[in-house]
């Protein structure tokens, strides 16, 4: 059935080091990727999309990379910062379905002093 | 700001009582989306709207939960006779445009409790 989820549920990265949150997805149909930030208390906050056209797009200190072979998605974040502590979450949205998007279950991103 | 706000930011109820979520959608944006979100899991489609049409319900659990758009812009969620399952954040979303392959806007949501 169509899933999106995480390799690891935490990650701790020291503060200035790049951080790579992974993503497995199932569902080939699949066209339009999301990664979300959602910090305590508050909604997602979009960070950056990929569609299934591309196999990398970079944004502010935030980079995507799409694996179709293997069905993967990674976020990579350099120079971690402490506000980029919160949990991760990568979403997708098969294609010809207008509405939802599928999120996996997260990546709580910590950040070491 | 110009995000999506939604009212009230928590509700307390007692099993049994009805409640009404409201989201004001970022201005000009078509598409509404409600997502239910349990502690520590990603969010979960509820329904969708397009301007003031209701065009996917399926993720509504039962038929306790109703939501309507009835002008095209503000919506509410409203759930029934509440169930202590209902406990859960509920999200609102918008989008520009109709169709998928773009991103949707969240806000902060409304963190429901059932008593």
């Known amino acids: 059935g169509e899933s999106v989820g995480l390799h690891l549920p935490t990650l701790s990265v020291q503060e200035g080091d790049n951080s790579i949150i992974n993503c497995a997805y199932s569902n080939s149909a699949s066209d339009y990727f999301i990664w979300y930030k959602q910090e305590s208390g508050k909604g997602p906050q979009f960070i950056i999309d990929i569609r299934s056209n591309m196999d990398k797009r970079q944004g502010q200190r935030v980079t995507v990379l799409l694996n179709k072979t293997v069905k993967h998605l990674s976020l990579q974040i350099a120079a971690t910062q402490p506000g980029d502590s919160a949990v991760y979450f990568c979403a997708e949205n098969p294609m010809n379905r207008d509405d939802k998007i599928i999120f996996g279950k997260g990546t709580r991103l910590h950040i070491l002093p | 700001g110009a995000g999506v706000s939604q009212s009230p930011r928590y509700k307390v109820a007692k099993r049994g009582q009805d409640v009404a979520l409201r989201c004001d959608p970022i201005?000009?944006?078509?598409?509404l989306f409600w997502y239910q979100q349990a502690l520590g899991q990603g969010p979960e489609f509820l329904t969708y709207?397009?301007?003031?049409?209701?065009?996917?319900k399926s993720g509504l659990p039962s038929d306790r939960f109703f939501a309507e758009r009835p002008e095209g812009s503000v919506s509410t969620l409203k759930i029934q006779r509440t169930q202590q399952e209902d406990s859960a954040v509920y999200l609102c979303?918008?989008?520009?445009?109709?169709?998928?392959?773009?991103?949707?806007?969240f806000g902060d949501g409304t963190r429901l409790s059932i008593l």
């Open positions: 979303a918008s989008s520009f445009a109709e169709g998928g392959n773009q991103p949707q806007h």
């Open positions: 709207f397009q301007n003031e049409a209701q065009l996917d």
């Open positions: 201005s000009g944006h078509v598409s």
